[in-house]
T-cell receptor
Framework: DAKTTQPNSMESNEEEPVHLPCNHSTISGTDYIHWYRQLPSQGPEYVIHGLTSNVNNRMASLAIAEDRKSSTLILHRATLRDAAVYYCILNPTGNQFYFGTGTSLTVIP | EPEVTQTPSHQVTQMGQEVILRCVPISNHLYFYWYRQILGQKVEFLVSFYNNEISEKSEIFDDQFSVERPDGSNFTLKIRSTKLEDSAMYFC??????????????FGEGSRLTVL
């Protein structure tokens, strides 16, 4: 499985932006970068994904480094509901997703 | 909004018993998956299913596990003879074709299995 590295935990104040980093130095040219999150006691939830260009959707933005060896998930205004474990996943062979340990985000009111 | 539904939400069973976990994927999706998460650990891939057959499976998915799509709507995971270490949250997921383009697996809320 393709390897990603994320900080174990991060904190953010409510209503402030959050930048969640991910390193994936061994990414291959065809790997998409996916972000999922898992709220407490729930199943994983899709956040965003991209290949080379930066991406925006209603939940977040994804900034991808030019060499694609790292990416950053940006939550523009953190809310208490954004407290979750965030997973950065490279598109593996087939349709499997390998979830690592992710980054546990704490949002402080 | 369409969603993946799973039943039961929680099942308690005795070691050695057979268990069937059920999932109703989103109706126009073609790929189906089972993942599991042991308490406090990572979400782990078990198996993917497409066109009425297993397309990929992990080392965890041994002969004790099987999957089936019996009636065109349900997708089931059977554990033939449960072990204590099978205690986990089991998540079903589905996706439309072209996962690399959509990027999105839709997960259910999970079925918690407790083996005593």
């Amino acid at each position: 499985d393709a390897k990603t590295t994320q900080p174990n935990s991060m904190e953010s104040n409510e209503e402030e932006p959050v930048h969640l980093p991910c390193n994936h130095s061994t990414i291959s040219g065809t790997d998409y970068i996916h972000w999922y999150r898992q709220l407490p006691s729930q199943g994983p939830e899709y956040v965003i994904h991209g290949l080379t260009s930066n991406v925006n959707n209603r939940m977040a933005s994804l900034a991808i480094a030019e060499d694609r060896k790292s990416s950053t998930l940006i939550l523009h205004r953190a809310t208490l509901r954004d407290a979750a474990v965030y997973y950065c996943i490279l598109n593996p062979t087939g349709n499997q997703f390998y979830f690592g340990t992710g980054t546990s985000l704490t949002v402080i009111p | 909004e369409p969603e993946v539904t799973q039943t039961p939400s929680h099942q308690v069973t005795q070691m050695g018993q057979e268990v069937i976990l059920r999932c109703v994927p989103i109706s126009n999706h073609l790929y189906f998956y089972w993942y599991r998460q042991i308490l406090g650990q990572k979400v782990e891939f078990l198996v993917s299913f497409y066109n009425n057959e297993i397309s990929e499976k992990s080392e965890i998915f041994d002969d004790q596990f099987s999957v089936e799509r019996p009636d065109g709507s349900n997708f089931t995971l059977k554990i033939r003879s449960t072990k204590l270490e099978d205690s986990a949250m089991y998540f079903c997921a589905s996706s439309p074709p072209g996962l690399k383009n959509t990027g999105e697996l839709f997960f259910g809320e999970g079925s918690r299995l407790t083996v005593l």
